[in-house]
């Protein structure tokens, strides 16, 4: 089972930022956070991971809170072709099942004009 | 290059057909999974190779038989699919199966109809 919870939809308007927030209450120390995104009819494009600290990379921002228990991916400057769904996705633990990589329901973000 | 190539992008078969979906990566990795994806669903994972053995199967019905030629190459073999095996199939790499920060790519898929 998906070990994360999202909104199931959101809206942004164009140019400002998307802050897309992610539970993950159970996470173990030894597990990632990963983001994936989802445009329509195409496969899922891997945006930025996580264990501890904040990452920046030429797509977003990612926010960990000092518990772990939370994330939140920001899109600092959102455009229409930002629209898709997002995938919070928590990657890691025992040695059988570190590689799964299981996608819960997402966030769909509309980035409106 | 971040590349994972699957072919074809679109397939129609019929159920009594026999079929393959291909997948292919230049990266090196040594990691290959197999995805299925319905409509308005989030992709769920149907098998996992390892150092071309099969690591995972996700209760996956006879169906569908994975096959590893290589370590650049993956395939899925379809016999016998049933109307609700249509869906889009996913293939994806990484550089190995470590439970540690590594990343997956995924390919464009492949939109199966069964008639």
């Known amino acids: 089972d998906a070990k994360t919870t999202q909104p199931t939809s959101m809206d942004c308007a164009e140019g400002r930022a998307a802050n897309l927030p992610c539970n993950h209450s159970t996470i173990s120390g030894n597990e990632y956070v990963y983001w994936y995104r989802q445009i329509h009819s195409q496969g899922p494009q891997y945006i930025i991971h996580g264990l501890k600290n904040n990452e920046t990379n030429e797509m977003a921002s990612l926010i960990i809170t000092e518990d772990r228990k939370s994330s939140t991916l920001i899109l600092p400057h959102a455009t229409l072709r930002d629209t898709a769904v997002y995938y919070c996705i928590v990657r890691g633990g025992g040695v059988n099942q570190g590689g799964k990589l299981i996608f819960g329901q997402g966030t769909e973000l509309s980035v409106k004009p | 290059d971040t590349e994972v190539t699957q072919t074809p992008k679109h397939l129609v078969m019929g159920m009594t057909n026999k079929k393959s979906l291909k997948c292919e990566q230049h990266m090196g990795h040594r990691a290959m999974y197999w995805y299925k994806q319905k409509a308005k669903k989030p992709p769920e994972l149907m098998f996992v190779?390892?150092?071309?053995?099969?690591?995972i199967n996700e209760s996956v019905p006879s169906r569908f038989s994975p096959e590893c030629p290589n370590s650049s190459l993956l395939n899925l073999h379809l016999h016998a699919l049933q109307p609700e095996d249509s869906a889009l199939y996913l293939c994806?790499?990484?550089?190995?199966?470590?439970?540690?920060?590594?990343?997956?790519?995924f390919g464009e898929g492949s939109w199966l109809t069964v008639v």
């Open positions: 190779y390892s150092y071309e053995k099969l690591s």
């Open positions: 994806a790499s990484s550089q190995d199966w470590r439970p540690s920060g590594n990343t997956i790519y």
